[in-house]
C-alpha cells in the first residue's frame, strides 16, 4: 500500500475537495459568492490557504496578550 501525503487537504477534516458557495443577488439571479465550502465539514472560506492551513489570507496571528499584572 502506497502512503500519501496531500497537500491540498482541509485543515479541519482532511477532506480533499471544496465546492463554490453560490448565492442569489440583488436581481434574483444565482451567482458565486466569492466564497467556497469544504464538502467534508461544511467550513465556509474564502482562501484557498484559510481551508489549508486554517488561516486567512493577509491576516496576522495575533499575538498573546499577558492581563495580568
Not at 6 to 17: E, I, Q, V
Not at 35 to 57: A, K, P
Request: aromatic fraction near 4%.
Amino acid at each position: 500500500m502506497r502512503t500519501t501525503n496531500t497537500l491540498n487537504k482541509c485543515h479541519r477534516c482532511g477532506a480533499t475537495s471544496y465546492k463554490p458557495v453560490i448565492e442569489r443577488d440583488a436581481s434574483g439571479n444565482m451567482t458565486p459568492s466569492g466564497q467556497h465550502q469544504c464538502v467534508g465539514c461544511g467550513l465556509t472560506f474564502g482562501s484557498i490557504d484559510e481551508w489549508r492551513s486554517g488561516t486567512r489570507h493577509n491576516e496576522q496571528v495575533p499575538q498573546q496578550v499577558n492581563d495580568k499584572p
